[in-house]
């Protein structure tokens, strides 16, 4: 058991940080609205939640979650391949002008012709509540590991973990 929390830890763990660093993610609310290459930004360094999306009012995603907290779920993989996960949670409009200042960058104030003011920008908060991460599992060391005669999917078994994110 505690072997099992360990690896679900450093998987998590490794999630977190190529999150931080990669940012793209494929959010989406199921079956309401397809899901759409967004950039998730954290406020600080801690290995939580919540996570941010600017959006507009315009938007499908801006018009649904406008009417309430919403379960979404979004997809990842890092630049390298070597982190995959799902995240699910409650997304919902947070127009919180601190976090929309903090979080403010040249990248974002490309889409809004009215900068922090524009009444089309739309902050979306995700709080995670689950997540699925798996840990590199390209088909090429699947390969290597058969032709050692080793079986990859018992190998990679210590490479998948479902975390709660509450």
Sequence with gaps: MADTQQKDAELEARFWAALRKDMTVML????EIEYRPMTAQLLDDKDEGP??????TQTDLG????????????????????????????LQ????RAVID??????VAAWYEGGKDDPTLLLLRMDPSH????????????????????????????????????
């Excluded at 903090?102 to 990248?107: A, E, M, R, T």
């Excluded at 798996?134 to 058969?146: E, H, I, P, Q, R």
Aim: charged share 20%; proline share 1%.
């Design 131 to 166: 997540a699925k991460i798996w840990k590199d599992g390209s088909s090429l060391v699947a390969y290597a590991l058969t032709l050692l005669g080793r079986d990859p999917q018992k190998d990679y078994q210590d490479n998948v973990a479902s975390v709660n994110l509450r």
């Design 28 to 31: 989406g609310l199921g079956t």
């Design 102 to 107: 903090k979080l403010w960058n040249s990248y």
């Design 63 to 90: 018009r649904h979650v406008q009417g309430g907290a919403k379960e979404a779920s979004f997809h990842f993989v890092s630049k390298g391949h070597d982190v995959w996960a799902t995240v699910s949670g409650m």
């Design 93 to 96: 409009a947070d127009n919180n």
């Design 51 to 56: 996570l941010w999306f600017f959006t507009s």
